[in-house]
C-alpha cells in the first residue's frame, strides 16, 4: 500500500509518501523496494546501517540480467559492524530503486555475502526531510 499526501497551503511544497511495512515475527520490519526495475526484493529497515546492502547472488543476478556493469562499480570500502567488527565491501551504483511510487536515482550500494540480509539504511534514508515509522499501523512515512 502506498498512500500519497500532499502537504502545504498554497501547492504541494512537501509530498509525504506512506508505505506499509511488513512486520516480521522478531520485530524486524521489510520495505519491498525495486531495483533497477528487475525485481522487488524485500529490503529489512536498518537505521544503524550506513550504506543499504544487497547479498552477492541479489548483485549476480543483476549483472547476469544487464541492469548492473562494471561501469557501475564503486571503491570498496570498510564498514564497521555492530558488533565493532570491520568488513570490506565491494560497491556499486545503482541507477534506480523504487520505494513504493518515489524513484531514488544512483543510489550507493555495498555487496554483502550470500546469506546475509537487504539492509536499507541511512544513504537512502537521508535523502528524505522526514522519516517516521508508524509502529501501530506498520507503516514508514517519508516527506521530501
Do not use: W
Not at 546492502?53 to 549483472?63: D, E, K, L, S
Not at 545503482?94 to 544513504?123: A, E, H, Y
Request: overall charge neutral; charged content about 25%.
Amino acid at each position: 500500500m502506498v498512500l500519497l499526501v500532499c502537504v502545504g497551503l498554497m501547492g504541494c511544497s512537501v509530498r509525504e509518501h506512506v508505505i506499509k511495512m511488513d512486520r516480521m515475527r522478531d520485530g524486524i520490519y521489510e520495505v519491498p523496494i525495486r531495483l533497477n526495475d528487475l525485481a522487488e526484493y524485500k529490503f529489512m529497515l536498518d537505521t544503524g546501517c550506513a550504506e543499504s546492502t544487497i547479498p552477492a547472488h541479489v548483485f549476480y543476478h543483476m549483472v547476469v540480467s544487464g541492469v548492473v556493469s562494471t561501469d557501475d562499480m564503486l571503491a570498496s570500502r570498510d564498514f564497521r559492524l555492530a558488533d565493532g567488527s570491520i568488513v570490506t565491501c565491494e560497491r556499486f551504483v545503482l541507477r534506480k530503486m523504487v520505494i513504493g511510487d518515489i524513484v531514488l536515482r544512483d543510489v550507493s550500494m555495498s555487496i554483502t555475502k550470500n546469506g546475509s540480509p537487504l539492509l536499507l539504511g541511512q544513504n537512502v534514508l537521508s535523502r528524505f526531510g522526514f522519516v517516521e515509522i508508524d509502529y501501530s499501523k506498520d507503516l514508514i512515512i517519508l516527506k521530501k
